[in-house]
């Protein structure tokens, strides 16, 4: 490499680095408003949050940004670079071309469009009026079109939206999978809906001491392998991780006093985002890279350890009766058999954020074929109620009374999220996949669970997904883990096997 | 106004309000480094405070930052603007002229001596070895006599760097309240010394469980008047105020189970500072002039708080009983007037972050005599630990047995902040002037503190400091409130009536 090119490297390194710190800061100023920042000072917070992220954009954006890209995109040189700055240049002229191509007036009318559109919804929902939300709705949608149009697509409108969370992923494969769940766990919830040995679980509510929540929850973070050196777990109202860099990812929950499993979970799931971002390579710190590959793959990892660990009977194997030792006596008369029942209680419901791991899909399939059909003009805004509520009794063969409860319910549209849903679907479908491939290095993953030994699990993880950060995009990491594409056929098979068994169908 | 000037304002003001942003997301940083951050994330969040800072350091010495100060310098210009961007361009200016007067590698070099330094002196401490801290104080010394050089002084070179801690005040000034002091106190200290009926002590030290301990120290920040919708409390080893925006102003403790003054007053003392960030005027946010005055002035809020407010007897006719509810018995048979007299006991002792009311700013008077000879050359570094060990025996009667617990003791010449120092005495002097001016509008002070009624209090100090923010300098806060200039008059006659009360000295 000449020395020249050697400067412009280091100066790329070094713009790029900054961009990162600014993120950091930003992570912890939210993480901060979320946690136990006093009220007063929010409103000043947020002005400091928007200026330095409008600093960021501004920086992916810039002239010098540009010469940076021009000259390290050159085909002789993007063969000298390393892999981890060349797939750095990629993010950044992914992100710059992303961001370029918006003329700055449209950006910012949008920006105050969805802010407002956030406020509206919220008053929409409270109301069960969507009239009241329509019009924004409809000025958000026209806006992702016209986005549409700006970024380009090949076969489907909607493939471009998605690309922003789920880089590789398109309609077509969407589609594909989408339906091969859908032909079986439609099916699958009116057998369940007709069981006649359903789960008892009226011992779930008693009262759980929040102290005594936090206690278990810990306890199993750190079975998890979550490094509390490297982290820390506080209380919030929407729980969440965040990783500011692998050697500082919070944890988040909330507690209900009359039903543990918000906190218990919760934590599980957001200990799983967390092990992600702990466990990617400490060399990528400094780089967009040093993050999860995509919403998709984030999910996976959270899913995994909620469901395929977290509801496992193995699982409780070995923590049943610390879980009792920590509660008030709730448990005392219930055997592990009728706890992992409950634990695992599943029906068609309305809420997606309250839906099981049975019902959950279908609620992101009825979003997605609304979403696509809104980007592509064949839906329109007007008829959405309509057509929410159709879909709902279609795949879950439920009806909602209102529309607070249909298909006003979401935050995401109001905040222009079109193409985000589809994510949480394919990070469960994803950790299917995984726990299959997963089952062939470690075929005793049940008796690790009975022994409570999960470091075989976190560290194979770490080994196939974590470190990579956005090293490898969803498709690669997924492929070279199963040797073969998105395939919903073992989430399938799992919600089949499990459900009947939980329900004791005979099949 | 022109349109061409106005346009200037603005955008001067948005830069400097960038300037604050950046500066409230590293306080945010370092209150969280403080309080909780997981170690692993430590050194990479440094990093991002290192960044930060040069960011906010070279936009102070821009050419942009430049072309505003000129513009909004010229004659005609000033009288047109509003009294807060006239300060602010001041605060700017001030700034401008001395960054930029330090040649950038000779800074640079600067700051990595003293981040060595600081290592150094850790270990030197510990093992009370002078001579090993020697060639990097005599570095720090020559560099702070260098800057001196740079930026111009005009009777002492020791003024230049006083200036920057205590704007206004000068070695003549300091010299002659300091004399003063002296003069009173050194026999006030062996009257003390020599008391037969000294205060019993022994009951301070039982187990006082920290849950209680933050539970008393909550009750007196409410008191006070601290607005928790506007702050919080935390554990920390160093505890600190930090005002990141007077809507988010936090204080931090630590607890000593078997001394639970270390947790109560501290709690005071930060909590007056805290009182007086929170109550700078919002109008003053975004510029530099939201924030204390000067040092001394910041401090003469925590010593009014912690003494003359909490070390008061008509604080604790009121608070007595509540502390005793709190504790685990160690007060039953504890007078109020013993219990007075034991948080009251003084006397000559080596430490000063340990010093009481009445030696603390003999404490100080060593150190201003040494950084004063130090600058102006008037004592060499090598030469340190005897001048110490004399002046402590001069005006302490004590002489510490080694390097560790005399010279070596504070961390402020190791990070080479020279001039710092004083601003404790001077608080200490500001804080009785400010309560003697108090009394004339509040002559009922003692019946206020004896019916808990602290807002009154409070209310006075922000009408007359507080909502200033650095619109007025220290000097002119002082001579507005107390129509004269620094007087140690009032801490002479504060601490003698005291302290022969407190040690019945006949006098």
Not at 116 to 121: G, L
Not at 394 to 410: C, F, K, R, S
Request: charged share 25%; net charge negative; hydrophobic share 35%.
């Amino acid at each position: 490499m000449t020395t020249d090119l050697m400067q412009t490297e280091k100066h790329f390194l070094d713009y790029v680095k900054k961009m990162t710190s600014f993120n950091e800061a930003i992570g912890l100023m939210y993480w901060d408003l979320r946690t136990g920042a006093p009220k007063k000072g929010a409103e000043q917070r947020s002005e400091v949050i928007g200026m330095m992220s409008s600093e960021v954009f501004d920086m992916s954006v810039s002239n010098e940004m540009k010469r940076f890209l021009d000259e390290l995109t050159k085909e002789d040189v993007q063969n000298n670079l390393s892999d981890r700055t060349r797939k750095t240049v990629e993010e950044c002229r992914k992100e710059y071309d992303r961001n370029i191509k918006i003329p700055a007036e449209e950006y910012s009318e949008y920006v105050i469009l969805s802010s407002k559109a956030e406020t509206v919804w919220e008053e929409a929902k409270e109301q069960s009026n969507f009239e009241m939300f329509r019009p924004y709705l409809e000025k958000l949608v026209a806006f992702n079109q016209k986005f549409v149009e700006y970024w380009g697509y090949e076969e489907n409108k909607y493939d471009t939206l998605l690309d922003l969370f789920e880089p590789g992923v398109t309609v077509k494969v969407i589609d594909r999978v989408f339906n091969q769940l859908r032909e079986h766990i439609v099916p699958l919830v009116q057998q369940v809906v007709n069981a006649s040995d359903k789960p008892k679980t009226d011992f779930l509510y008693s009262h759980f001491p929040q102290e005594k929540q936090k206690a278990f929850s810990l306890d199993i973070l750190k079975g998890m392998g979550y490094d509390f050196n490297a982290g820390r777990l506080d209380t919030t109202v929407h729980p969440f991780a965040t990783g500011l860099n692998p050697g500082d990812v919070r944890v988040t929950t909330k507690y209900d006093e009359s039903d543990f499993r918000t906190a218990v979970f919760g934590t599980i799931h957001e200990g799983g985002h967390a092990l992600y971002e702990q466990n990617i390579s400490p060399q990528l710190i400094g780089t967009p890279l040093c993050s999860g590959t995509s919403m998709g793959i984030h999910e996976s990892q959270s899913l995994f350890w909620e469901n395929f660990v977290g509801r496992n009977k193995s699982f409780w194997k070995k923590n049943f009766d610390t879980l009792k030792t920590y509660s008030t006596g709730q448990f005392d008369d219930v055997s592990l058999e009728d706890y992992y029942r409950a634990i695992n209680v599943a029906g068609p419901s309305l809420i997606r954020i309250e839906a099981d791991e049975m019902t959950y899909a279908l609620h992101i399939m009825v979003r997605y074929e609304i979403e696509k059909g809104l980007i592509n003009g064949d839906i329109e805004v007007k008829d959405l109620p309509q057509i929410w509520n159709e879909k709902m009794e279609e795949y879950l063969g439920i009806t909602p009374d209102n529309d607070a409860v249909g298909v006003l319910q979401d935050v995401h549209w109001s905040g222009g999220a079109f193409g985000y849903f589809p994510s949480y679907a394919l990070g469960y479908i994803y950790a299917a996949q995984i726990k299959n491939a997963m089952l062939e290095d470690l075929p005793n993953f049940d008796e690790l669970l009975e022994e409570g030994n999960m470091l075989p699990i976190k560290e194979w993880l770490t080994e196939n997904i974590h470190q990579y950060g956005k090293l490898k995009q969803p498709i690669e990491i997924i492929k070279d883990i199963t040797g073969e594409g998105l395939n919903a056929k073992y989430l399938i098979q799992y919600l089949e096997e499990k459900y009947q068994q939980v329900y004791r169908i005979q099949s």
